[in-house]
Protein backbone atom coordinates (compact mmCIF):
# COMPACT_ATOMS: atom_id res chain seq x y z
CA UNK A 1 0.00 0.00 0.00
CA UNK A 2 1.50 3.31 -1.16
CA UNK A 3 2.55 5.85 1.81
CA UNK A 4 0.34 9.04 1.63
CA UNK A 5 2.39 12.24 1.90
CA UNK A 6 2.21 14.79 4.72
CA UNK A 7 0.03 17.11 1.82
CA UNK A 8 -2.31 13.79 1.00
CA UNK A 9 -2.56 13.36 4.43
CA UNK A 10 -3.78 16.79 5.50
CA UNK A 11 -6.31 16.71 2.84
CA UNK A 12 -7.50 13.24 3.64
CA UNK A 13 -11.12 13.81 4.68
CA UNK A 14 -11.74 12.31 7.91
CA UNK A 15 -13.85 9.34 7.50
CA UNK A 16 -14.52 5.11 8.18
CA UNK A 17 -13.92 4.37 5.18
CA UNK A 18 -10.75 6.27 4.76
CA UNK A 19 -9.51 5.01 7.42
CA UNK A 20 -10.29 1.34 6.95
CA UNK A 21 -8.67 1.49 3.34
CA UNK A 22 -5.44 3.88 3.97
CA UNK A 23 -4.94 3.03 7.90
CA UNK A 24 -6.14 -1.17 7.86
CA UNK A 25 -6.23 -2.41 11.68
CA UNK A 26 -2.97 -5.11 12.62
CA UNK A 27 -4.71 -8.07 13.71
CA UNK A 28 -3.01 -10.90 15.66
CA UNK A 29 -3.79 -13.29 16.85
CA UNK A 30 -7.50 -15.92 17.11
CA UNK A 31 -9.57 -13.13 18.78
CA UNK A 32 -9.69 -11.17 15.67
CA UNK A 33 -10.07 -14.51 12.98
CA UNK A 34 -12.95 -14.54 10.81
CA UNK A 35 -14.34 -17.70 8.31
CA UNK A 36 -14.57 -17.53 4.30
CA UNK A 37 -18.63 -16.51 5.68
CA UNK A 38 -17.16 -13.27 7.67
CA UNK A 39 -17.88 -14.66 10.51
CA UNK A 40 -16.02 -15.11 13.61
CA UNK A 41 -13.87 -17.88 14.30
CA UNK A 42 -14.29 -19.47 17.97
CA UNK A 43 -12.60 -21.91 19.87
CA UNK A 44 -14.12 -25.44 19.36
CA UNK A 45 -13.01 -26.46 22.81
CA UNK A 46 -12.86 -23.54 25.51
CA UNK A 47 -13.48 -22.94 29.45
CA UNK A 48 -14.88 -19.50 28.42
CA UNK A 49 -18.15 -20.00 28.01
CA UNK A 50 -18.66 -21.54 31.62
CA UNK A 51 -16.56 -18.63 32.86
CA UNK A 52 -18.96 -16.08 31.06
CA UNK A 53 -21.45 -17.23 32.77
CA UNK A 54 -20.10 -17.41 35.83
CA UNK A 55 -18.71 -14.13 35.54
CA UNK A 56 -22.16 -12.73 35.09
CA UNK A 57 -23.53 -14.34 38.27
CA UNK A 58 -21.01 -13.40 40.47
CA UNK A 59 -19.43 -10.18 39.73
CA UNK A 60 -21.23 -6.78 39.21
CA UNK A 61 -20.61 -3.75 37.28
CA UNK A 62 -20.59 -0.57 39.80
CA UNK A 63 -23.72 0.20 39.75
CA UNK A 64 -24.89 -3.27 40.57
CA UNK A 65 -25.78 -5.10 37.30
CA UNK A 66 -24.46 -8.11 36.25
CA UNK A 67 -20.82 -7.91 34.59
CA UNK A 68 -21.49 -8.56 30.96
CA UNK A 69 -18.63 -8.57 28.49
CA UNK A 70 -18.39 -6.84 25.10
CA UNK A 71 -18.79 -9.40 22.40
CA UNK A 72 -14.75 -8.45 21.76
CA UNK A 73 -14.14 -9.26 25.61
CA UNK A 74 -15.86 -12.35 25.08
CA UNK A 75 -13.88 -13.59 22.34
CA UNK A 76 -10.73 -12.96 24.53
CA UNK A 77 -12.20 -15.01 26.87
CA UNK A 78 -13.36 -17.95 25.30
CA UNK A 79 -8.93 -17.61 23.44
CA UNK A 80 -8.04 -17.30 26.17
CA UNK A 81 -9.57 -20.42 28.06
CA UNK A 82 -9.32 -22.77 24.51
CA UNK A 83 -8.14 -26.23 25.33
CA UNK A 84 -6.91 -29.06 23.89
CA UNK A 85 -8.35 -32.57 22.93
CA UNK A 86 -5.97 -33.79 26.39
CA UNK A 87 -7.95 -30.36 28.40
CA UNK A 88 -4.71 -28.54 28.55
CA UNK A 89 -4.41 -24.99 27.51
CA UNK A 90 -4.06 -23.87 24.03
CA UNK A 91 -2.16 -20.70 24.99
CA UNK A 92 -0.08 -20.08 28.15
CA UNK A 93 0.27 -16.36 27.18
CA UNK A 94 -1.53 -13.65 26.05
CA UNK A 95 -1.56 -9.90 24.79
CA UNK A 96 -4.24 -7.73 25.34
CA UNK A 97 -3.49 -4.33 23.14
CA UNK A 98 -5.84 -2.03 23.15
CA UNK A 99 -7.39 2.07 22.65
CA UNK A 100 -7.68 3.62 25.73
CA UNK A 101 -11.21 3.42 27.47
CA UNK A 102 -11.86 0.01 26.10
CA UNK A 103 -12.24 -1.69 28.90
CA UNK A 104 -8.63 -3.32 29.72
CA UNK A 105 -8.86 -2.64 33.10
CA UNK A 106 -12.17 -4.03 34.14
CA UNK A 107 -11.45 -6.95 32.07
CA UNK A 108 -7.55 -7.67 34.00
CA UNK A 109 -10.01 -7.09 37.52
CA UNK A 110 -12.30 -9.66 36.10
CA UNK A 111 -9.86 -12.50 34.72
CA UNK A 112 -8.11 -12.22 37.94
CA UNK A 113 -11.31 -13.09 40.29
CA UNK A 114 -11.58 -15.11 37.99
CA UNK A 115 -8.56 -17.01 38.05
CA UNK A 116 -8.61 -16.39 42.27
CA UNK A 117 -12.10 -18.14 42.45
CA UNK A 118 -13.50 -18.85 39.70
CA UNK A 119 -13.79 -22.21 36.90
CA UNK A 120 -10.33 -21.50 35.22
CA UNK A 121 -8.60 -25.04 35.89
CA UNK A 122 -9.93 -27.94 33.50
CA UNK A 123 -11.58 -30.54 36.04
CA UNK A 124 -13.24 -32.80 33.45
CA UNK A 125 -15.63 -33.28 30.03
CA UNK A 126 -19.06 -32.78 30.66
CA UNK A 127 -21.49 -35.51 29.10
CA UNK A 128 -22.09 -32.79 26.05
CA UNK A 129 -18.41 -33.24 25.02
CA UNK A 130 -17.77 -29.49 26.46
CA UNK A 131 -14.80 -28.76 29.12
CA UNK A 132 -16.08 -28.30 33.07
CA UNK A 133 -13.91 -25.85 34.50
CA UNK A 134 -13.26 -25.71 38.31
CA UNK A 135 -11.37 -23.24 41.13
CA UNK A 136 -7.46 -23.61 41.64
CA UNK A 137 -7.71 -24.69 45.25
CA UNK A 138 -4.15 -22.51 46.10
CA UNK A 139 -4.46 -20.13 43.87
CA UNK A 140 -2.26 -16.92 44.08
CA UNK A 141 -2.48 -14.33 41.63
CA UNK A 142 -0.87 -11.45 41.15
CA UNK A 143 -1.46 -7.78 39.39
CA UNK A 144 2.00 -6.14 38.38
CA UNK A 145 3.18 -3.15 36.81
CA UNK A 146 6.42 -0.83 36.54
CA UNK A 147 5.30 1.40 39.13
CA UNK A 148 2.09 0.91 42.30
CA UNK A 149 0.53 3.94 40.48
CA UNK A 150 0.03 1.93 36.83
CA UNK A 151 -1.72 -0.93 39.13
CA UNK A 152 -4.42 1.60 40.40
CA UNK A 153 -6.54 1.36 37.90
CA UNK A 154 -7.01 -2.47 37.92
CA UNK A 155 -7.04 -2.66 41.55
CA UNK A 156 -9.90 0.32 42.16
CA UNK A 157 -11.87 -2.07 39.90
CA UNK A 158 -11.99 -4.83 42.71
CA UNK A 159 -14.25 -3.87 45.32
CA UNK A 160 -17.12 -2.97 42.92
CA UNK A 161 -17.01 -6.12 40.90
CA UNK A 162 -17.34 -7.90 44.25
CA UNK A 163 -20.60 -7.49 45.83
CA UNK A 164 -21.57 -8.64 49.04
CA UNK A 165 -23.32 -12.05 48.43
CA UNK A 166 -19.91 -12.91 46.53
CA UNK A 167 -18.04 -12.03 49.39
CA UNK A 168 -19.93 -14.32 51.77
CA UNK A 169 -20.30 -17.41 49.35
CA UNK A 170 -16.44 -17.19 49.00
CA UNK A 171 -15.23 -16.34 52.54
CA UNK A 172 -13.04 -13.27 51.03
CA UNK A 173 -11.28 -10.59 52.65
CA UNK A 174 -11.56 -7.97 49.84
CA UNK A 175 -8.49 -5.11 51.36
CA UNK A 176 -6.88 -2.41 49.16
CA UNK A 177 -3.71 -4.37 47.40
CA UNK A 178 -4.71 -8.12 48.77
CA UNK A 179 -7.48 -10.03 48.37
CA UNK A 180 -8.36 -13.45 50.36
CA UNK A 181 -10.77 -16.23 49.52
CA UNK A 182 -11.86 -19.11 51.19
CA UNK A 183 -10.08 -18.84 54.50
CA UNK A 184 -7.12 -17.41 53.00
CA UNK A 185 -6.03 -20.68 50.85
CA UNK A 186 -6.60 -18.34 47.38
CA UNK A 187 -4.62 -14.65 47.46
CA UNK A 188 -4.81 -12.10 45.13
CA UNK A 189 -2.05 -9.09 45.76
CA UNK A 190 -1.73 -5.94 43.30
CA UNK A 191 2.37 -5.21 43.56
CA UNK A 192 4.90 -3.28 41.48
CA UNK A 193 8.36 -4.59 39.63
CA UNK A 194 10.13 -1.42 41.04
CA UNK A 195 11.97 -1.85 44.10
CA UNK A 196 11.45 1.38 45.30
CA UNK A 197 7.80 1.57 45.54
CA UNK A 198 7.43 -2.31 46.46
CA UNK A 199 10.10 -2.14 49.03
CA UNK A 200 11.02 1.29 49.80
CA UNK A 201 14.07 2.82 49.01
CA UNK A 202 17.87 1.38 49.15
CA UNK A 203 19.43 2.44 52.24
CA UNK A 204 22.53 4.88 51.54
CA UNK A 205 25.97 4.09 52.21
Not at 56 to 73: G, K
Not at 87 to 92: D, E, S
Not at 106 to 116: G, H
Not at 152 to 164: A, K, Q, S, W
Request: net charge neutral.
Amino acid sequence: MPTLTEAELEALEPSAENAAVHFPPTFIGPTWQKDENGKWLLPEKTLGWEILGWVAEWLTFSDNRPFMCTPEQARFVLWYYAVDSRGKFKYRKAVLQRMKGWGKDPLAAVLSIVELIGPSQFSHWGPDGNPVGRPHPDAYVQVTAVSEQQTENTRDVFPGLIPNRTRAAFNMDVQKEVIYANGGRQKLRTMSANFRSAEGGRLSE
